[in-house]
């Protein structure tokens, strides 16, 4: 692109969603006008979003200025204002109250980028010891059940050779959308398709299987699943005895998970459940790809430790077309500060085991900290691209405790629901406006270059944590003069440079594809073997093996309340236009999917007076929306289904953020319950 005219077409990363694809920009008179896919990049079929990025990156509705709260209303203010007043604000709550008085947030848009290792030195150097991100509320649950049973994280690998994929609580059409391209070319080629849902998905359609779970039951879906297998001596008996801890426990805690039993459980027939089983286990090489269905659940982690002990009793672990051990070999320069913490207990001390594996804090407990000020008083948020006014749980107990805060500070390009609720706002960025490097599974580092200059007074995320650094007394911490020189810096263990990277916009590679990586090193647990039986669980006070327990919320463990609120509420199912509470103002999306709306089988809809487009009152123990009703045959008819991220009818006003997956502090977003009646009806 020429830098004088600022016209031409430029190479970067769409970052509106996590798949990371590649894109070609163009750009006119410093005015982006054109997205398509970058041929370099091996991301590079566009999903509907992309289209959406002039649109996203010029709305009149950005933020362009730093703005104030008076009286209740906004007020524009410089930069230097807005810095002063906010470490003025901090410095005070350090000295009444001492660091840990301040959590720190930042959203899905920014895990794993140069914001966020700023902001995480600034949290660090400030000493609070509460740090939080996005992963309190998606994948980390997953990853955890991962790592606790094999040590890494493992995703599912479409190759050639795959015979059979499960796709479990995920719907990639709407996702992530290359994935399910991936799916159906390996359908094309013969390969078998399950799918646990309780929606008819688009894949589900497609499937060979369909089971239609219930809600929350899905570890006892799994360890049927080991039962059948276990039962048919349709197992890996040479990887289990060399490479596993516990199976001989595995098989006897088993034993009760019948599929007739399950059955009743989870509403799959026992048939299904014997098919899937011998389906998954004789098809070598399978693969499983689970969602965060799996993470929104009070028994999360156990579920994805009875899945990734399927992975690895059928021999599926770390083989091409299986599932793939993922360890980080990407080498780069920590801006960690860790010593500077001061030494509290964080607002996540009751799930040791998260900050273990994530080495974060769980914000969930947050909410109850500010409104109890146990174990401590928490007098200011930081909040980065984030809206948890109608991302997070429990929407009521999220504005009281907000407005009991001294501070809530908020960072993000739009006036969300949460920046209306702030004492300061502050201008940021979209990933056009400011350099990153992605690093994705395929061991491939990808610049994502500044196209264009940051839209009004607005500045460079990373920037705004190293100028409130600065002003905070901690500018030798901050010396970088600009992103450049950050990321050499940042990228100087990796043996790649930010010129290579720039040079090739598909990105370099750091080190090749390897399977069977256990044999050299064995895992990454204690025993160096995957634990079906985890020592480590029990010494937490968890239960050791992959166990199921009902949902905290289901007609079965609250059958008090099955009269008064009979269907299940299942929320956050995705559609492809937008991403959580992101994109909804961008007309051209907006247009494609106007309403909100709750998914209700004909049947049940018919029997409750509800027509097509109905105004319904959903309600819950937690309160009460409004919302259209789409009637469908493709939802279970003892289920509803209705998306996060919608202020016209914020689901998050049902759902409920104290009853907690015990070793992720993750709540349950998938299984509610709740009734619906016919407004006016
Ligand atoms: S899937 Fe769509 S939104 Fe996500 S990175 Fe690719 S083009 Fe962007």
Not at 51 to 62: D, F, K, M
Not at 86 to 98: E, V
Not at 305 to 326: C, Q
Not at 463 to 487: C, H, N, Q, T, V
Request: contains cysteine; glycine residues 6%; negative net charge.
């Amino acid at each position: 692109m020429s830098s004088k005219s600022g016209s031409g077409i430029a190479k970067t990363i769409c970052n509106m969603c996590p798949t990371h694809c590649g894109i070609d920009v163009y750009v006119e008179n410093g005015k982006t006008v054109g997205v398509t896919g970058m041929e370099e990049h091996s991301h590079h079929t566009l999903c509907i979003k992309a289209e959406a990025i002039p649109e996203l990156v010029h709305s009149s509705e950005r933020l362009t200025n730093p703005l104030k709260k008076v009286d209740g209303r906004f007020e524009e203010i410089s930069w230097d204002e807005a810095f002063d007043l906010i470490a003025s604000k901090l410095t005070d709550i350090k000295q009444k109250y001492g660091p840990h008085a301040v959590v720190v947030h930042i959203g899905e848009p920014f895990v794993f980028s140069d914001t966020e290792r700023m902001l995480r030195r600034f949290s660090e150097l400030y000493g609070t010891p509460n740090y939080t991100t996005g992963s309190s509320f998606c994948a980390f649950a997953t990853i955890m059940g991962q790592s606790l049973t094999c040590g890494a994280y493992i995703s599912p690998h479409y190759s050639v050779g795959t015979k059979c994929m499960m796709v479990w609580g995920k719907n990639p059409s709407e996702s992530f959308p290359l994935e399910a391209d991936a799916i159906r070319a390996m359908l094309g080629r013969g390969a078998k398709l399950i799918v646990v849902d309780p929606r008819a998905t688009p894949l589900a359609k497609m499937a060979d299987i369909h089971a239609q779970i219930r809600p929350g039951s899905d570890c006892a879906l799994a360890l049927s699943l080991l039962n059948v297998i276990i039962a048919e001596g349709r197992y890996d008996k040479a990887f289990i005895e060399q490479w596993t801890i516990g199976f001989d426990k595995l098989v006897e805690q088993v034993k009760e998970y019948s599929p007739e039993r399950v059955e009743e459980i989870t509403w799959v027939p026992a048939e299904t459940i014997r098919n899937m089983a011998r389906v998954y286990a004789t098809s070598k090489p399978a693969t499983i790809s689970s969602g965060v269905a799996l993470d929104h659940s009070t028994n999360g982690v156990q579920t994805v430790r009875a899945i990734t002990t399927l992975v690895a009793i059928t021999g599926n672990i770390d083989i091409a077309g299986g599932n793939i051990y993922n360890t980080s070999r990407f080498k780069r320069t920590s801006f960690r500060l860790k010593e500077k913490i001061v030494d509290k207990v964080s607002i996540g001390a009751d799930y040791p085991l998260f900050s273990r594996y994530t080495h974060e804090e769980t914000v969930v407990p947050g909410l109850d900290a500010i409104l109890t000020e146990k174990p401590y008083p928490i007098k200011a948020l930081l909040v980065v691209a984030c809206n948890p006014v109608l991302t997070w749980a429990n929407t009521n107990k999220v504005t009281q405790a907000f407005e009991k805060l001294d501070l809530l500070l908020v960072v993000d390009i739009f006036m969300s629901e949460t920046a209306k609720l702030a004492d300061i706002v502050l201008p940021g960025t979209t990933f056009l406006e400011r350099q990153d490097i992605r690093n994705y599974e395929s061991h491939l580092a990808v610049v994502s270059n500044k196209i264009i200059k940051p839209i009004g007074n607005s500045k460079e995320d990373w920037e705004i944590w190293a100028e409130l650094g600065k002003r905070m007394g901690y500018a030798e911490y901050f010396p970088w003069e600009d992103s450049d020189e950050l990321f050499k810096y940042w990228l100087k263990p990796s043996g790649i440079s930010l010129d290579q990277l720039k040079q090739n916009p598909g990105g370099v590679h750091y080190a090749e594809r390897e399977y069977q990586k256990y044999l050299k090193d064995g895992f990454e647990t204690p025993s160096k073997k995957v634990e079906i039986y985890s020592e480590l669980m029990g010494k937490f006070g968890y239960d050791p093996l992959p166990t199921f327990k009902e949902p905290a919320e289901s007609p079965v463990s609250r059958s008090d309340l099955v009269e008064k609120y009979p269907l299940i509420l299942t929320t956050g199912a995705r559609t492809v236009n937008y991403l959580h509470s992101e994109y909804r103002n961008l007309p051209s999306l907006r247009r494609l999917v106007p309403d909100p709306l709750i998914e209700i089988n004909s049947q049940t809809a018919s029997s409750l007076g509800i027509a097509d487009g109905d105004l319904v009152e959903v309600e819950s123990l937690r309160g009460s929306i409004e919302i259209k009703a789409k009637l469908t045959e493709d939802i279970q008819p003892k289920v509803v289904s209705i998306q996060h991220g919608w202020s016209q009818a914020n689901v998050n006003l049902l759902t409920d953020d104290e009853a907690r997956d015990p070793v992720s502090g993750f709540v349950s977003f998938k299984s509610l319950m709740c009734r619906v009646t016919k407004v006016g009806g």
